[in-house]
């Protein structure tokens, strides 16, 4: 699903209205229907308080009261007037709801009711139609509205946020749900935005499909339908050598669990050989924790210092539990300097990286890094705000010709091209050790199934977070681990495959 920007909305909007020879209203009656269906399974409340403004989005907001009101719920509305001209469509739903419901006006400096804690709320003052942050008696007002004990529905977007900018501690109202009309905005993916958003979804109003795959953007969410077209199809006379070879360089005295995590999900997402590489002090544990994975001890007890020769090999996966001891830094430098086909970079190998940035230039290119977000600030710098570090990540990608994944909620891919893409499986029992690695496990695997690299990142992290979806219905996600997530990647295979997501 593409993540468009406001003045992408409004072209869009218009060219609804255009094509399809409707007025403006009749838009505005369909984003009202589909907001109430929505809100109607989220809301237990039978009083309702709709604050709009006067523009659409307080527009919007009177005729959600409006249909409100028709099914029965206790409906008041508040109106904040401005110094510009009330739009047309507002005047409308202005028209068709005075004689049915309480209106009543206030200016942004006035001190509003007190707004009972069993009331359900809905912001509909601005909407998309801000292009800059609130201030002066606005600032009265978003307090006086944050300060209400009641639940707090956004229509479209939190009023005071303003979608793509950092909002620097700008005003803004602060919901527990945004329902966001059928375009998904760029600000929902950000964890500093989420006080205001609360849980988000797109309800759809009947946008025209084909303008909006005409109109570029370098965001996206990642679909199921992209990754059932990315996973390999397997035929009758498939064997492990079609499923590719894979090397791990992994693991050091100490960490070897982390090698055993991402060694466990290289064979759950369907690679057909692996090598580990690792200390002689795993070899034991590994041979008898894995039996389908080959070992290849090193030389050195503790840590990894041999380069290995990676021709053999579809793919080389490296850093999981890999400790940054100089030796281990120098064979990491000699691996990028001697492979020719993407890698996947992780965890110790990328904290090697951040204390040796000129190894950059020698990563093979299209390889792909999975940082975490401290992992990411050691190599790219401690970012200003969200969008900032959004930037240095598009940045990074391109400069080096590499895949970048930053971890996390909504885990974001860019790719050297410069698109961006959002994930929008996994849940917050995912945050548990281990868990980062089984990702690279994932996403080697599929790399050495001769999946390109950039569809390697999105089916990966698709994959990672389902797995975790489904863990999380048998352990909550208080009890998720690690191995939960391993055990449940070919339950995720099956439900894409299934279209069960």
């Not at 009330?86 to 419901?101: D, G, R, V």
């Not at 002090?281 to 380069?307: F, H, R, W």
């Not at 995912?430 to 496990?441: P, Q, Y």
Request: proline share 6%; net charge neutral; hydrophobic share 40%.
């Amino acid at each position: 699903m593409k993540i468009l920007n406001t003045d992408q909305i409004r072209d869009i909007e218009r060219y609804t209205i255009f094509e399809e020879g409707i007025p403006e209203i009749e838009l505005m009656e369909r984003a009202a229907f589909a907001f109430v269906e929505s809100f109607q399974k989220k809301n237990n409340n039978t009083n309702i308080l709709v604050i709009a403004g006067t523009k659409n989005n307080g527009g919007d907001g009177l005729a959600i009261a409006r249909l409100l009101h028709t099914k029965k719920y206790k409906v008041e509305v508040f109106i904040i007037k401005s110094k510009s001209t009330p739009s047309p469509s507002f005047q409308t739903n202005l028209q068709k709801i005075e004689p049915i419901i309480p209106v009543s006006f206030f200016t942004p400096d006035e001190q509003l009711p007190t707004i009972p804690e069993n009331t359900t709320l809905i912001d509909a003052l601005f909407g998309i139609g801000l292009s800059t942050h609130l201030s002066g008696s606005y600032t009265h007002l978003i307090h006086q509205i944050n300060n209400f004990a009641c639940k707090k529905i956004a229509v479209d977007i939190p009023s005071g946020l303003v979608d793509g900018t950092p909002h620097n501690n700008a005003p803004i109202v602060k919901c527990d749900y945004t329902l966001s009309f059928q375009i998904p905005k760029l600000s929902f993916f950000f964890p500093e935005n989420e006080p205001f958003i609360g849980k988000w979804e797109t309800i759809p109003i009947g946008y025209n499909e084909k303008i909006i795959q005409n109109t570029p953007s370098p965001y996206s969410t990642i679909e199921q339908k992209t990754i059932q077209q990315i996973l390999p199809i397997r035929n009758t006379f498939f064997h492990k050598g079609n499923a590719g070879r894979v090397l791990l360089s992994s693991g050091c005295f100490g960490k070897m669990g982390a090698t055993i995590l991402c060694a466990r999900s290289i064979m759950r997402a369907g690679a057909g050989l692996l090598t580990i590489h690792s200390p002689l002090c795993g070899y034991e544990i590994l041979q008898t924790a894995i039996p389908e994975a080959m070992v290849l001890p090193d030389s050195d007890a503790k840590k990894c210092t041999n380069t290995i020769d990676t021709r053999p090999y579809n793919t080389v996966a490296v850093g999981p539990g890999l400790g940054t001891a100089t030796a281990t830094a120098n064979m990491l430098k000699n691996v990028f300097e001697n492979t020719n086909t993407p890698m996947v970079i992780d965890a110790d190998a990328l904290n090697i990286i951040s204390k040796n940035k000129e190894m950059l230039y020698s990563i093979p290119h299209k390889s792909i890094l999975t940082p975490h977000l401290l992992e990411f600030e050691r190599i790219a710098g401690v970012s200003k705000n969200e969008y900032d570090r959004l930037e240095r990540q598009t940045t990074l990608a391109q400069k080096y010709n590499i895949i970048l994944i930053l971890k996390g909620a909504y885990t974001c891919v860019c790719l050297p091209d410069g698109n961006v893409f959002f994930n929008t499986t996994g849940n917050p029992g995912m945050a548990t050790a281990g868990s980062g690695d089984v990702l690279t496990g994932i996403i080697s695997a599929l790399l050495a199934q001769k999946v390109s690299p950039a569809d390697a990142s999105l089916a990966g992290v698709f994959i990672h977070g389902l797995a975790g979806d489904i863990a999380k219905k048998e352990k909550t996600e208080y009890g998720i681990i690690a191995s939960d997530i391993i055990e449940n990647i070919p339950h995720a295979f099956a439900a894409i495959h299934n279209d069960e997501c």
